[in-house]
Structure formats: C-alpha cells, structure tokens
C-alpha cells in the first residue's frame, strides 16, 4: 500500500514538474521572439530618411499595391489583426477550408458538373479564414481608435505633471489596457533600445494603421523640431478625435433607416423564397425546372446584389 502511494505521489510530482518546465520553455519562448523581433525593428537595415506620416490614404494603398507583394501583405494583415498566427497557420486553414467546402459541394443538390461544384465551393470557403482575419484586424483598429483619445489625455497629464515625454510614454504603455498599451510599450521599447525618434513613430503609425495615429506621431515629430507645447497639442489632438466620434455617432443614427432598408430588402425575397419552398414545396418547380426560369433567378440575384451595393453606398458616409 505504501508503495503504491509512493508510486502516485512521484507520477504526480513529475507531471506536476513537467508542467512547470513546459511553461517556463514556453513563455521564455514567446519573449524572446518578442525581444528579436523588437531588435530587429531597431536595427534594420537602409539610411534614415524623412517619413510622410499624413500622406494621402489612396496614394499610400497604390504605393503599397505597387510596391508589396502578396506574401507581405498578408504579414500585415496578420500582424494587424493581433492574432498569434503565421502564414503557415493562415495557408494550412485555407486548405482545409478548401477541402472541407469541396466536399460539401459534391454533396450539394446543385444541377452543375461535380468538379466545377467543388471547385466554386471549395475557393468559396478557403477565403473564409482571410475573412475572418480581416474581421479581426476590423475590430482591432476599431478598439484601438476608442482607446487613443484616453492614451492622448494620459500623455498629456502625464507631461503636464513634469514627466519626460519617455517616461510618460512607458506609464501610458503599463497603464493604458491592450492592444493599445502593447504598441505603446513597442513604441517604448525602440527608443530605449536606442531608435530615433523618427523610425520609431513610422513603425509605430505602420503597426496602428488609423489615420489618428498618424496625426499623433506626426504632431510629436513636428514638435520635436519646431518646439510649442506638446501636452496642449495632445489634448487638442484627443478632444479633436472625440468630436469626430460624436459626429460619426450622429451620421449612424440619421443613416438607420438607409441601413434597416438595405437589410430588410435583401432579406425579404429569400424570406418569400422559403416561405413558398416551405407552404408549396412543387410551386417553384417549372421556374426552376425551365431556361427562361433559370435566367430569370440569375437576373434577380444580380439585381439583388447590384441593388444592394448602390445601398450601402448611399448609406456609408465617411467622417
């Protein structure tokens, strides 16, 4: 019986130390990918040069679109996104995405060739994980556009309280929550490591890609060379962002009924389409069953789409 206990107890304090040593592996791990990847924004190689950090926004995407490849767009996204995955995890998801919608398109009751319903399927659901990727890079630069005008006034207390700009950027950093406090202490961490000013607010406005950053580092920039008070820009620069809330608040609330008609419209013929499969399972059979019927339902989809386009431009106003 003691020997069975014993037995027990030592199973349990190897699995109880593997744990331990699998966590420790595991977090020195993710901090030292961490420091060289800080490291190596540092010392990257290339002559310092001036940086248009409010240059156009269609100028920059055609420059971009020129000038990146798909590889490194697809960085990008990832990296903006805030998601821990690589492009190997992005591209095997996209395979099985693939995959898994090539099967359900053969079992599809689709009158169209096999390999072509897999195929349609297939590239269908393989975009699928771009898309959520997309969704969540969305939603980050949304959350990190509510949290900067709250950074901005942190700054600028932080500054009017005799903090240096550094150590005010490293409170903003340990005090603001994330993903905005992690860019912050990014931030932080290039000018410690020794960057300039200027490389580390390019990297910075490229890792926040919202207009409002670019107005904030090009404000530090500008201040550094031609003096002025810096925390009175910040916090005009934050009430500025604020009001532009206010107003975006506004346009969506005049811009509700736009959007409840779009819905309504699209989801009204597929609401009458299933309600008639549903009460009169044969009623759409000849229209289905006929070329004239058949060319009929695909205008009617085009016309949906088309129609529906139009709508949400009409309705997505910018501010």
């Known amino acids: ?53 409010l240059i156009d926004e269609t100028a920059r995407r055609m420059s971009a679109g020129s000038s990146q490849s798909i590889i490194e767009r697809l960085t990008g996204l990832l990296s903006e996104s805030g998601l821990d995955w690589t492009l190997q995890r ?22 169209a060739p096999a390999a072509i319903r897999a195929l349609a399927a297939g590239l269908c659901a393989s975009f699928l994980p771009l898309l959520f990727v997309s969704k969540k890079r969305a939603a ?8 900067l005008p709250d950074a901005l006034d942190f700054l600028s207390r932080s500054m009017r309280a005799g903090h240096a700009f550094s150590i005010s950027l490293e409170m903003v950093g340990e005090e603001i929550a994330d ?5 912050f202490r990014a931030l932080f961490n290039e000018l410690n490591l020794g960057a ?76 009458t389409l299933a309600g008639l499969v549903i009460t009169s399972p044969g009623y ?11 060319k009929i339902i695909s205008v009617g989809i085009l016309a949906q789409i088309v129609g529906n386009f139009f709508i949400r431009k009409i309705i997505k106003i910018k501010v």
């Not at 898994?100 to 689709?110: D, F, K, Q, S, T």
């Not at 993903?179 to 860019?183: K, R, S, V």
């Not at 008609?261 to 609401?271: C, D, K, N, R, S």
């Open 1 to 53: 019986m003691n020997t069975m206990v014993a037995f027990c107890f030592l199973i349990i304090l190897s699995l109880l130390l593997f744990s331990i040593s699998f966590g420790l592996r595991f977090y020195e791990g993710r901090r030292r990918k961490s420091l060289v990847s800080m490291l190596r924004t540092v010392t990257e190689n290339g002559e310092e040069h001036h940086v248009n950090l």
């Open 90 to 111: 992005l591209f095997t998801s996209m395979g099985v995405a693939f995959v898994v919608g090539a099967i359900g398109g053969l079992r599809a009751p689709v009158a």
């Open 140 to 147: 980050r630069n949304a959350e990190l556009e509510t949290q």
């Open 179 to 183: 993903p905005l406090g992690q860019e």
């Open 196 to 271: 300039s000013l200027e490389r580390a607010f390019a990297n910075f406005a490229k890792r926040v890609p919202i207009p409002d950053t670019r107005f904030f580092s090009s404000a530090v920039l500008l201040q550094r060379q031609t003096g002025g008070n810096l925390s009175e820009i910040l916090n005009r620069l934050s009430h500025i962002i604020r009001e532009r809330f206010r107003l975006r608040g506004q346009v969506k609330a005049a811009s509700a009924h736009g959007r409840l008609t779009a819905t309504i419209l699209t989801i009204l013929p597929l609401a």
């Open 284 to 294: 759409l059979d000849p229209l289905l069953e006929s070329p004239t019927g058949r």
